[in-house]
Every structure is written in C-alpha cells, then in structure tokens.
C-alpha cells in the first residue's frame, strides 16, 4: 500500500519538477499505481476489453453479449484509436485483454511490459492496403512522391516492409505520419499520392480516385506477416485464466458464426457499431481467421515445446529488428527469442474444452 | 518566474530586511527542492518502486539523451529537432507579435475597432487548439504552414487581448493631462500610451510565448517528422518513455531559457516597468 502511495506521489512529483509534461503520460503513471485489487477473487468484477472500433469478427460476441455470459461477470468495452494508444492503456493497468496489431505488441513486450500473447485474432490479407493515386502504378512508384501511414501501426510496419521488397530508395519518398481520417482529408485535398491503411478509410480513398497498389497479403510470400492478436496483461492472467480461456473459445464461435454466414455477420457488426455495410463487409472479409487447433502449431502459435520455433515468434523477432533498424527501439533492448511472451496454455485449454463439448 | 516575482516583491518592500533575507534564500530553496525530487525519482528507478517503462530514470533519460545526442532520433540529430521547434514557435510567435500588438493597440484606442474585432478574438481565444487540427489540415494542408497556423492562432489572439487591456489600463487623468497640454494624437500615442502600456506588453506578450510553446505538441502532431513535440508524442507511440521524459525537459528547459529572454528584453527596453 505504501509502495503504491509512494509511487503515485513520486509521478506526480517527478511530472512536476518537469514543467509541460503531457497530460497522457501524467494519468498513465498516476493510474497505473492506482490500480491494484488487494485480493483475487476467482471471477473479477469486471472486465476490460480493449477493441480498435472498427468492424471485426469478435464484435459478434460484443453485439450478442456472449462474452459476458461465458465469463459469468460484467464486460466493459474500451474503445482506442491505435495501438500506441493501447500501450499506454496496458501500462496503466486499465486494460486486461485487447485485440490489437503486431508490431506495437511487440514495441511494448520490447519496453518490457509484463503482457503476453494468447492467440492469433486474425491475419491481415486485404483489410490493410496501399492505395495510390493513378501515377502510382507500383511501389516503386512512390519514389519523388508523398505517402501517408497511421504511425506505430500494422499498415506502418507494411508499408516500410514494401518499400524494402521493392527496393525503393527510401530517401526519395515523403513518408508523412497522419492518422486515418486525416489521410482522407489530406488525399482530397492533394497532399499525398498514396496512403497505406485500413477500411473505411481504404474504401473511402477509392471511391476518390484511388486504386489499390499492394494489400498486405502480397507481402507474405516475401516472409512479412502483419496480424492481430490477443494480448493479456501476465498479473491478470495469473489470477484469472479462465477468462482468457473462454474469450479465445467464445471467439472460435464468432469466427465460425462468420464463415457460416459471412453477409447476415457483417449485417450485424456493421448495426452493431454503426459503420458502413459494405465497409464492413469489406473489412471483414479481408482478414484470414486462422482455427483454433492450426494455431497451437507451428504454423501459427506452436503448442509450448516448440514456440520458439513458430510462424509467429519468428515475425515478432522480426518486427523487432525492423522497428529498431527504423530507429523507434533499442537494438540492445531486443529479446533474443520472443517464445517467452507468447503463452499457448489458454489455446491448448480451450481446445480440450472444445472437444469434449463437440462430441457429448 | 517565481524568481522574477519573487525579485519585484523584493524591489518594492526592500526596507524589511528579514524579508530580503527569505528572497535572497529562495532559489536555495528551490535548487535543493528539484535535487531532492531528482533524488527521489533515482531512487524509485534504482530500487525497483516502478518499472522503468513507466518512470524512466534520471540516469536512462540522461543515457538516452547521449545516445540521441550522438545518433539522433529517426534519422534526425537531436539539435535539429530542437531547432526545428524553436524556429516554428519563433516564426510564429514574432508573426504574432508583429500583428497582434497593432490589432490589440488600436482596438484599445478606438471603441469601434474593438467592437468589430471582439467577437472572434473572445470566441477563437479560449477555444482547444487541437480541435482545430482537421480544419487546418483541410484548409491548409500537411505542410509547414498548418503548423505555423496552429502556434500563430493560440499566440496572437492573446496578445490582442492583452494590448487591448492594457491601452484601457492606462489612467483617464493620465490622458486628460496629456490632452490639456495640447498633444497630437501621434505625440499622445508615442508618448503617453506607448510607454504606460508596454510593461502590461511584455507580460502579455511573455504569457503568449509560454502559449505558443505548449501548442508545439499540437502543432507537430500534424503530420510532423521533426521537432521536439513530435519526439515526444511518437516515442509515446512506442511506449520510449525514456525519450518521452528527455523531450518534456527540454521542452521545459528551452521554455524556462526563453520566457528568461523575454524577461531580459523587458529590463532593457521597459526599465520603468513597476514604477509607473
């Protein structure tokens, strides 16, 4: 308790002998000593779920309310803009599970925050594309030209990835950092030829002159896998794993929900977050769902033993490298193998559960 | 700017000698207060009270000041950031004072002026500058102006306001003497309201500066790769809190550097300042 008094004090104290400290890092550090339960009841109170906003898969269950039933407790739902948003939000501990991209996951386990992966939501295919203007016919195209990205985002870390697979002289491309509703404003108003992010704003860029130069999904055969996962903060995975475990069960529902009845869903989440229907199904549809059972392989997760050696761990390796070769992390602060921060136990138990309820 | 009041106060009670005795004390005082803050928060680092992603040490903010000192911040030297943000503060802030101090002047002096400009100069004043940002980059695109737009927007409209308050400061009787005397309306000008409103100036055109410094943040969130707000809000991104805390004391550090120069500048220009 006193630890905690001392260490809220102390922010405040640190924050103020620093004039002009922004109002963002002053209540991440005052909360994040806040926020402590003195005992672990074995089902929380509540629970915080972070979601980008936008229409995905899971939304399904936030729609019919299945999350709360299977957790037994109250869901609250806390929306970000981006997933530099959601770092800040884990560290001051106001979040327990969240769905959010790969690359800034692996910025925060890179600052060490005590978080951990717990299954893949899905792989970006053809949600997160780059759209150009018609001068712009290919990647390569960008040289002596404009192009707008959401920073520390998924559609950030593609585009560097397509601009290295293509071999541009990155010194010849204008990279503005705006976010996406401001890269709509800036495309009608001509600033920039070429955008990389996600729908709406995709579609909207189209529906004005854009066309689609490269999705995401070309980058895969050159090894450059962009995804979203679930990430749970460690302290509250340790007292409650049952929650992780049926949010990755109540998930598999929504996605087999989805693929059963890919049109009637987007319906749903596009009412449900009241976004535009064809946005929607657009959005929904461009993002591959890998099945539980694939992902405790290596192809996806691994099944624990051999987790080091899977698709995923060798990507956030990779992402890793990438954002310290573009100067936003320390090289030195690398870990050697990611393995350590992905935890397939929840996925393995939800897999059990699911079979024994499959076959009654 | 304690020390500054703190040194006026002292001007003017300047009999009592336990008085000046506190004054001459108190930057004592406050040096040893900010070495016992910077203590503390190494020690809360160095004993494990918070992780070092939340609270960064004094000793990594300074390591990490080195490192960017020598390699730069994403392929920018760290004295260009801060010369990015000083010039676009500085162009703004002296466009700002160049046309709001007119505008502020002659709305204090003639009623209908102020009648015309007052509405918009009280609606736009207490307005978030950040609101503005989809606006300005719809009008004025991702360039270097919006930029200046934003800082220029929250710097001049204060200083209208001050120039005009302190023209309407300046004594009736004051005026009337001058006007019996027989003065043109320019003497009366340069000599009468010019010298009775510049020390009310200076504060107004010193509480802008420290305006036009905090809209940096927001100013170079608009599509900024340079600049010490930018740094600062990007390396949020990635949760470098490290280059978060580097940036907010220079931030705070080249804004304390600055309000002194005002300061100076006042000493010289105004030395009548509090004996009027």
């Given at each position: 308790?006193?630890?905690?008094?001392?260490a809220r004090?102390?922010?405040?104290?640190?924050?103020l002998?620093?004039?002009?400290?922004?109002?963002?890092l002053?209540?991440?550090?005052?909360?994040?000593?806040?926020a402590?339960?003195?005992?672990?009841?074995?089902?929380?109170?509540?629970?915080?779920?972070?979601?980008a906003?936008?229409?995905?898969?899971?939304?399904?269950g936030?729609?019919d309310?299945?999350?709360?039933?299977?957790?037994?407790?109250?869901v609250?739902?806390?929306?970000?803009?981006?997933?530099?948003?959601v770092?800040?939000l884990?560290?001051?501990?106001?979040?327990?599970?969240?769905?959010f991209?790969?690359s800034?996951?692996?910025?925060?386990i890179?600052?060490?925050?005590?978080?951990?992966?717990?299954?893949?939501?899905?792989?970006i295919?053809?949600?997160?594309?780059?759209?150009?203007?018609?001068?712009v016919?290919?990647?390569?195209?960008?040289?002596?030209?404009?192009?707008?990205?959401?920073?520390?985002?998924?559609?950030?870390?593609?585009?560097?990835?397509?601009?290295?697979?293509?071999?541009?002289?990155?010194?010849?491309?204008k990279?503005?950092?705006?976010?996406?509703?401001?890269?709509?404003?800036?495309?009608?108003?001509?600033?920039?030829?070429?955008?990389?992010?996600?729908?709406?704003?995709?579609?909207?860029?189209?529906?004005?002159?854009?066309?689609?130069?490269?999705?995401?999904?070309d980058?895969?055969?050159?090894?450059?896998?962009?995804?979203?996962?679930?990430?749970?903060?460690?302290?509250?995975?340790?007292?409650?794993?049952?929650i992780?475990?049926?949010?990755?069960?109540?998930?598999?529902?929504?996605?087999?929900?989805?693929?059963?009845?890919?049109?009637?869903?987007?319906?749903?989440v596009?009412?449900?977050?009241?976004?535009?229907?064809?946005a929607?199904?657009?959005?929904?549809?461009?993002?591959e769902?890998?099945?539980?059972?694939?992902?405790a392989?290596?192809?996806?997760?691994?099944?624990?033993?051999?987790?080091?050696?899977?698709?995923?761990?060798?990507?956030?390796?990779?992402?890793?490298?990438?954002?310290?070769?573009?100067?936003?992390?320390?090289?030195?602060?690398?870990?050697?193998?990611f393995?350590?921060?992905?935890n397939?136990?929840?996925l393995?138990?939800?897999?059990?559960?699911k079979?024994?309820?499959v076959?009654? | 700017?304690?020390?500054?009041l703190?040194g006026?106060?002292g001007?003017?009670?300047?009999?009592?000698?336990?008085?000046?005795?506190?004054?001459?004390?108190?930057?004592?005082?406050?040096?040893?207060a900010?070495?016992a803050?910077?203590?503390?928060?190494?020690?809360?680092?160095?004993?494990?009270?918070?992780?070092?992603a939340?609270?960064?040490?004094?000793a990594?903010?300074?390591?990490?000041?080195?490192?960017?000192?020598?390699?730069?911040?994403?392929?920018?030297?760290?004295?260009?950031?801060?010369?990015?943000?000083?010039?676009?503060a500085?162009?703004?802030?002296?466009?700002?004072?160049?046309?709001?101090?007119?505008?502020?002047?002659?709305?204090?002096?003639?009623?209908?002026?102020?009648?015309?400009?007052?509405?918009?100069?009280q609606?736009?004043?207490?307005?978030?500058?950040?609101?503005?940002?989809?606006?300005?980059?719809?009008?004025?695109?991702?360039?270097?102006?919006?930029?200046?737009?934003?800082?220029?927007?929250?710097?001049?409209?204060?200083i209208?306001?001050?120039?005009?308050g302190?023209?309407?400061?300046v004594?009736?009787?004051?005026?009337?003497?001058?006007?019996?005397?027989?003065?043109?309306?320019?003497?009366?000008?340069?000599?009468?309201?010019?010298?009775?409103?510049?020390?009310?100036?200076?504060?107004?055109?010193?509480?802008?500066?420290?305006i036009?410094?905090?809209?940096?943040?927001?100013?170079?969130?608009?599509?900024?790769?340079?600049?010490?707000?930018?740094?600062?809000?990007?390396?949020?991104a990635?949760?470098?809190?490290?280059?978060?805390?580097?940036?907010?004391?220079?931030?705070?550090l080249?804004?304390?550097?600055?309000?002194r120069?005002?300061?100076?500048?006042?000493?010289?220009?105004v030395?009548?300042?509090?004996?009027?």
């Open positions: 308790m006193l630890k905690h008094w001392l004090a102390l922010a405040v104290a640190s924050l002998a620093v004039p002009l400290a922004p109002a963002a002053l209540s991440s550090l005052a909360s994040s000593a806040a402590q339960t003195a005992t672990a009841p074995a089902v929380p109170e509540v629970v915080r779920l972070g979601y906003g936008g229409p995905r898969v899971w939304m399904l936030k729609a309310g299945s999350y709360e039933k299977a957790f037994g407790t109250k609250q739902w806390v929306p970000f803009n981006s997933g530099a948003d770092l800040t884990l560290a001051a501990k106001e979040l327990d599970i969240v769905r991209g790969s800034p996951a692996v910025a925060g890179i600052r060490k925050l005590p978080i951990e992966v717990i299954g893949v939501s899905g792989v295919a053809t949600s997160e594309r780059l759209i150009g203007r018609a001068a016919k290919s990647v390569k195209d960008l040289e002596g030209r404009t192009v707008g990205y959401p920073a520390n985002s998924t559609a950030h870390y593609a585009l560097q990835a397509a601009l290295k697979v293509n071999k541009v002289d990155v010194a010849k491309v990279q503005v950092p705006l976010r996406p509703a401001d890269i709509v404003a800036a495309w009608k108003r001509g600033d920039i030829d070429a955008a990389y992010v996600w729908g709406p704003f995709t579609q909207q860029l189209e529906a004005d002159g854009g066309h689609e130069v490269l999705a995401s999904r980058l895969q055969k050159d090894g450059y896998y962009v995804w979203n996962n679930f990430v749970a903060r460690k302290e509250f995975l340790e007292k409650h794993p049952q992780a475990v049926q949010l990755l069960r109540v998930f598999q529902k929504n996605v087999e929900q989805y693929k059963r009845d890919p049109e009637g869903s987007a319906k749903i596009a009412e449900h977050l009241n976004v535009d229907l064809a929607a199904r657009s959005t929904l549809a461009g993002i769902y890998p099945e539980l059972a694939e992902q392989t290596l192809k996806w997760l691994g099944d624990g033993t051999d987790t080091a050696d899977s698709v995923i761990a060798k990507g956030m390796k990779d992402t890793a490298n990438f954002l310290a070769e573009i100067g936003e992390v320390r090289k030195a602060d690398i870990p050697d193998s393995a350590p921060w992905i397939t136990r929840y393995r138990e939800a897999l059990a559960r079979d024994a309820a076959k009654p | 700017m304690s020390e500054g703190a006026a106060a001007d003017r009670d300047g009999a009592a000698a336990t008085r000046a005795g506190a004054v001459r004390s108190r930057p004592l005082v406050s040096v040893a900010v070495l803050v910077v203590a503390l928060w190494q020690a809360a680092g160095s004993l494990g009270w918070i992780g070092p939340l609270l960064p040490t004094p990594e903010v300074l390591q990490t000041g080195r490192e960017l000192a020598e390699t730069g911040y994403r392929q920018v030297p760290l004295w260009e950031h801060i010369l990015v943000s000083v010039a676009r500085g162009v703004a802030f002296l466009a700002a004072v160049l046309t709001g101090v007119p505008l502020g002047l002659v709305m204090g002096v003639s009623p209908t002026v102020a009648a015309l400009f007052d509405p918009f100069v609606f736009l004043r207490p307005l978030p500058k950040l609101a503005l940002i989809p606006l300005v980059i719809v009008w004025f695109g991702i360039g270097e102006f919006s930029k200046f737009f934003l800082i220029y927007i929250a710097t001049v409209l204060s209208v306001v001050g120039a005009a302190a023209v309407a400061a004594g009736q009787e004051r005026r009337r003497a001058a006007a019996v005397l027989g003065v043109s309306r320019y003497q009366m000008f340069r000599h009468v309201l010019l010298p009775s409103t510049l020390p009310e100036l200076f504060t107004s055109v010193r509480l802008a500066l420290g036009g410094w905090t809209t940096l943040i927001a100013a170079e969130m608009v599509a900024a790769t340079s600049g010490l707000g930018w740094m600062v809000v990007n390396a949020g990635y949760l470098r809190t490290d280059v978060v805390m580097l940036g907010i004391v220079l931030l705070g080249i804004g304390y550097g600055l309000d120069a005002i300061v100076g500048l006042q000493k010289v220009m030395p009548w300042t509090g004996h009027a």
